[in-house]
Structure formats: C-alpha cells, structure tokens
C-alpha cells in the first residue's frame, strides 16, 4: 500500500469517527412525531387551534409541550403570512372580495368552534406567564416588512368588518 492511499484511509477513517461522535452527541429532537413541523402543516389550518388545546392537555413533559406548542405557532403564523400575501399580491379591485372571504370563514370558524371560558383563561395565562424578554424575541423575530404587511392587512380586515356592521371583541 502506498503512503498517499495510507495517508487518505486515515483521513476518511478520522472523519467517519468525527462525524459519527458529532451525530451520536448533536441534541436529539425531543419534539413528538405527531408534533414535527412537517406533519402539523399537514393538519388542515382550521384545527390547528384545536391541536394547540390538545398539546396542552396532553401528558407530554414540559420540554415536549413546548416543542409541540412553537412547532404549531410557527405552522399558524405561515399560514397567517400566506394570506396575507394572498391579499397582497391580489389586484387591488378584487382585494375587497378577499377580505369578505376571510371574514365569512372567521365567522364560521367561531360559529363552531368558539373556544371555551377554559379555554380563554389557559391562553391569557400563558400570555401572562411570557416574560418581556421572550415578548421582545417574538416580536423582533419577525421582520420590520412582515410586521407592517400584517398591520396593513388586519386594518384592512377591521375596515371591511366595520362596513359590513360587524363589532369584533378580543378574547
């Protein structure tokens, strides 16, 4: 066997090794099968809040609740931004129809399944339990142009729902 062949197995030899402690060592994903990110974008987006309620009342750790919890936020915030590109890549004369669209689904959406007093008070809770650091993460986690399309579009929603008589109260 020749020095330069010796030399090469030895090398792919170390690097199969470090490769294989890097894998064997990397943080391993804790978050539940039925939680991963591509599975929960599978859930139809109408029940995404349903399964939120169910991670938290499910008898996963903390840790795996967690996982499953910012898994299904980050599935409904695409959902959320894919409309919201919807609107605004829709001509400006047929925009009016789209936020009708979204404003019957709402209401249908909270016709069946409006969430319980239960329900409400774990949200505010949770809400309550996020610290200004986390708040601030959130928030800075989206982008300044993102921020602002969202901001454009739901006073667009809240225009349009006032024209159509419709009064919205928060939870």
């Not at 020095?3 to 994903?29: A, Q």
């Not at 001509?91 to 016709?111: G, V």
């Amino acid at each position: 066997m020749s020095k330069k062949t010796l030399v090469i197995s030895l090398i792919v030899i170390i690097l199969l090794g470090l490769s294989s402690f890097v894998y064997l060592n990397s943080k391993k994903d804790k978050t539940p099968i039925a939680y991963r990110i591509d599975n929960i974008r599978k859930i139809e987006p109408s029940k995404l809040r349903e399964e939120f309620e169910s991670v938290n009342n499910s008898n996963l750790d903390q840790e795996e609740k967690q996982l499953a919890i910012n898994n299904i936020r980050n599935v409904i915030e695409e959902n959320f931004d894919k409309m919201i590109d919807e609107y605004f890549t829709c001509p400006k004369d047929r925009r009016k129809n789209l936020l009708d669209k979204r404003i019957d689904e709402m209401e249908k959406r909270e016709a069946t399944s409006r969430p319980s007093d239960e329900q409400r008070k774990k949200w505010r809770e949770r809400q309550d339990k996020m610290t200004v650091a986390e708040r601030k993460l959130r928030f800075e986690s989206i982008s300044p142009d993102k921020q602002a399309k969202r901001q454009a579009y739901f006073q667009a929603l809240q225009e349009r729902m006032k024209e159509r008589g419709i009064e919205r109260t928060k939870p």
